[in-house]
């Protein structure tokens, strides 16, 4: 059995993906199981998780039998030790194995930002930055959904184009690539003057002179925070982000919070896994009846995978799948 790889030696070298042949035993023992890959969502691999955070994950048992038309979620960590989650879930008769590997990430991640972190209600107005990415589209459609008014913007005429059809789901789509930010004024406006409830970003600039091409239709982070209303909720994805006094000031003043978005961290507690089962379960009837409808995503073989994985480890990609 071929199986993609990934070499990491030297904490700070690049990381190389190989595909090698592994073996696998014929016979199985009373705790193991045996599960057929039929399509697989790649995502960055984070070589920074603390070794304490997935100390804690747990094992449980599976008898062995054969596991026909079943979802595999898992997150794998490999240094001197190893740490492996692996959950198991029915699929959707009607979906797709390449369907749902591209989507199942985005979707979690965008039930753990807005129904953990913002615990998002009727009623509530969001703010989704880039809301035409697979994780921005899955969170428009999850909080339409719940009878949350959601705003967001658009980082290019094809996107602005694509997100004023999900109308009357989105509210409104602000325009942040013709070089003028509109954002706060419109927001503002949007909501009487009073700031919308959550706000989850794909990214930040900590410096106004930030005029990287990466970093240019992104929201400075104090532009964000003035948009948010009083007990208003900041989802961000910036994993190293800076908030200065000033900053700090205006969030006291409003009694608003920012909160981490890091999916992987559901695998590192036992005390979370019936949570995190009833999250993968809620995401798959969802999909299933048409309340989430991910983006096609073109799959790739697996001799085409390493190609793939570095592009998405190097940021050049979102993500991809691979078919087997």
């Known amino acids: 059995m071929k199986g993609l790889y990934c070499r990491a030696d030297a904490a700070d070298a690049q990381p190389k ?19 057929q890959v039929k399509a697989c969502g790649l995502s960055p691999l984070d070589f920074k998780v603390p070794k304490s955070v997935v100390d804690g994950c747990y094992q449980f048992k599976l008898s062995d039998k054969k ?36 989507a199942l990430r985005d979707a979690l991640c965008a039930y753990t930002a807005l129904h953990t972190h913002a615990r998002m209600a009727v009623g509530h107005t969001l703010l989704v930055m880039d809301g035409a990415s697979s994780f921005g589209l899955m969170c428009i459609q999850l ?13 290019s005429l094809q996107k602005h184009t694509f997100l004023e059809q999900l109308r009357p789901s989105v509210a409104r789509v602000i325009q942040v690539y013709n070089g003028s930010s509109d954002l706060l004024p419109i927001v503002l406006e949007e909501t009487g003057g ?13 410096q106004e002179e930030e005029e990287l091409k990466e970093t240019k239709c992104l929201p400075h982070k104090h532009e964000l925070i003035s948009a948010l209303g009083v007990g208003g909720h900041w989802v ?9 006094p000033p900053d700090c000031r205006l969030l006291h003043l409003k009694s608003a919070s920012v909160s981490f978005l890091n999916p992987e961290t559901w695998t590192a507690s036992s005390a979370q896994q019936g ?22 995503e073109d799959a790739v073989s697996l001799y085409e995978a390493t190609v793939a994985m570095e592009t998405v480890q190097h940021n050049q990609r979102k993500k991809a799948v691979v078919q087997l």
């Open 194 to 206: 009073l700031g919308v409830d959550i706000i989850i970003d794909s990214g930040v600039r900590l």
């Open 236 to 244: 961000t994805s910036h994993q190293d982000l800076q908030l200065d």
């Open 275 to 296: 949570r995190y089962l009833h999250i993968l379960k809620d995401i798959l009837e969802k999909m299933a009846a048409g309340v989430l409808r991910p983006q096609p």
């Open 67 to 102: 596991i026909e038309n079943r979802i595999a979620y898992w997150c794998e960590y490999k240094y001197e030790w190893l740490s492996v989650c692996l959950y198991v879930r029915p699929k959707p008769e009607k979906l797709s194995s390449v369907c749902v590997a591209a």
């Open 143 to 155: 909080a339409s959904y719940h009878g949350v008014r959601v705003l967001t913007t658009s980082h």
């Open 17 to 35: 993906f190989v595909i090698q042949e592994t073996s696998l035993p014929e016979v199985l023992g009373s705790h193991q199981v045996r599960v």
